[in-house]
């Protein structure tokens, strides 16, 4: 989606609203990110953000100075496959009887049954579905063989490779993390040119992108943030809303997975517990996150189920003592409970503050006031044109 | 700036301020001794200090030297303190032979990864931000 494909009565009206609420909104780009914290380095794609600054014309930024906590910077697809296009590398195993005959040619000299070469695909979630697709011209021998994945266990399509170049796929929902094999099925005696191999998340094949030594992403669509889930985080320079503010928090963002318990895309904290507009995945369910004083959980709405793999828009909303959920634009629930009014601070010493820290993040806004139930879907389909989600 | 490798490092917990002292030499951003703050364990319930970060090719190719020649290392921190953090105290060459010594290395791509490889088990973030 470029910027001139938008909708620019929308982003307009989008940062006009954020303006207007004290927002800020953050829409990852080239233009937005920098590799360092300082902000004197403009980011590239698939290389680290250690800064991202505002889109809507706050002086608020988040950042980040230690490299290992960094996210990347994406757009589009992300073929996790390294040495895609490189056969001669040993990142592609061979298997008994298969040579590697150059970077492109697979050569099987078994004498009657198909043998294979595997990719080890890395960072592999259970709940997610996967895409490996490769391009395969017959070269001598047979066409009849295989594509597959191996999540513990192998499942295949049977391909018919000709001398016609021709792209084949294979998709498969990963039921147990173990093995992660991506296979070429090689038939006895034949030889295959295979070029353009790509693993990547979703239950399509996208454009492909060559990789070397990391994987990357193709550049077609949405821009995002993509964070490891383990240690990856953006700190705000300044809390943008204290827990007694009505308060709106808006993410474009993605469930990857089901077997995590608690990823927060964004939060609002203080002191190890406090907790205000906190927006996460909680295993499969988007969760908007209040607490009391004290860091006693109970006064926040109940979530609502988003299927892995899924892109959402998710909103969470403080008026008054009503605080709710909000998923691509509709009301989901509301709770009443009052909720804590400790005043947060961007604390040296890391106690308090608010962050960044799962993804994958589209775009997020943030806003303090009483905001109205239409100017908030207006933000929200702001986001959701930046995140590939349509709300209409 | 592309990092187009990737590093995963682990130590066992004790020596987690050497670590941090050097961390802050090797990373080329303000925050490096900000490092090594995530804990792992092995089957045997030993304690690591873990960190995994992208990296430039040539430097994840310096590490086996560095790992075999602590005296090296020692003069590549003691010279980036010097221009760097010229206020603060670098590591000493014992500092360095005990991390060389007890350190451990992967170079698969994501710290989830490494950490695999090295059949160490890390928590993932339980809902704590930070």
């Known amino acids: 989606m470029s910027l001139l494909l938008r909708n620019k009565s929308l982003v307009r009206r989008g940062l006009g609203l954020l303006r207007k609420y004290s927002g800020t909104a953050f829409y990852p780009s080239t233009s937005t990110c920098f590799s360092d914290n300082a902000g004197t380095t403009p980011a590239e794609r698939d290389g680290v953000v250690g800064r991202i600054n505002c889109s809507a014309g706050s002086a608020l930024y988040a950042s980040q100075s230690t490299t290992g906590y960094k996210p990347i910077l994406r757009r589009g697809a992300k073929n996790l496959l390294t040495y895609s296009g490189d056969f001669s590398n040993a990142a592609w195993a061979a298997g008994t009887n298969i040579t590697k005959t150059d970077y492109r040619t697979l050569t099987s000299t078994d004498p009657s049954v198909n043998r294979r070469t595997t990719h080890n695909i890395p960072g592999v979630t259970a709940g997610l579905t996967y895409t490996f697709s490769f391009y395969a011209t017959l070269l001598s021998g047979s066409g009849a063989g295989l594509i597959g994945i191996d999540f513990a266990g192998s499942t295949t399509t049977a391909i018919t490779v000709t001398a016609t170049r021709t792209k084949f796929t294979h998709t498969r929902s990963c039921g147990t993390a173990t093995n992660n094999y991506a296979e070429i099925y090689i038939p006895a005696n034949s030889a295959w040119r295979v070029e353009e191999c790509q693993c990547e998340v979703g239950a399509t094949a996208s454009p492909y992108v060559a990789t070397t030594t990391a994987p990357a992403s193709n550049g077609i669509g949405p821009w995002w943030l993509d964070f490891d889930g383990v240690d990856d985080r953006l700190e705000l320079s300044a809390v943008p809303f204290q827990m007694a503010d009505d308060h709106f928090v808006t993410v474009g963002t993605k469930n990857l997975s089901s077997a995590a318990t608690s990823k927060p895309a964004f939060s609002a904290y203080g002191t190890t517990t406090r907790r205000c507009g906190q927006l996460s995945f909680e295993t499969a369910t988007l969760t908007a996150t209040w607490t009391d004083d004290a860091g006693t959980a109970g006064t926040s709405p109940t979530g609502s189920a988003v299927t892995v793999g899924t892109s959402v828009v998710g909103t969470a909303r403080k008026a008054g003592n009503a605080k709710s959920l909000r998923k691509d634009g509709a009301l989901i629930n509301t709770s009443n409970t009052a909720a804590g009014t400790t005043t947060l601070s961007t604390s040296a010493a890391g106690t308090d503050g608010a962050v960044f820290s799962n993804g994958p993040i589209y775009a997020i806004a943030l806003g303090k006031g009483a905001i109205t139930d239409s100017e908030l879907k207006t933000v929200e389909r702001y986001i959701g044109q930046l995140s590939g989600v349509t709300i209409t | ?130």
């Open chain 2, 1 to 130: 700036m592309i990092y187009d490798a990737y590093v995963t490092l682990a130590l066992p917990a004790p020596l987690t301020e050497t670590a941090k002292q050097l961390s802050r030499s090797f990373d080329p951003d303000s925050g490096g001794y900000l490092a090594f703050e995530r804990t792992a364990t092995d089957a045997q319930g030993g304690l690591y200090a873990v960190y995994g970060s992208p990296c430039e090719t040539s430097f994840a190719s310096k590490i086996a030297y560095l790992q075999a020649n602590p005296a090296a290392l020692l003069a590549a921190v003691e010279a980036d303190y010097a221009e760097r953090w010229p206020d603060l105290t670098p590591p000493t060459l014992a500092d360095c032979e005990a991390f060389c010594a007890g350190i451990r290395v992967s170079y698969s791509y994501g710290m989830l990864a490494g950490l695999e490889e090295m059949v160490l088990t890390i928590k993932v973030q339980d809902g704590s931000p930070v």
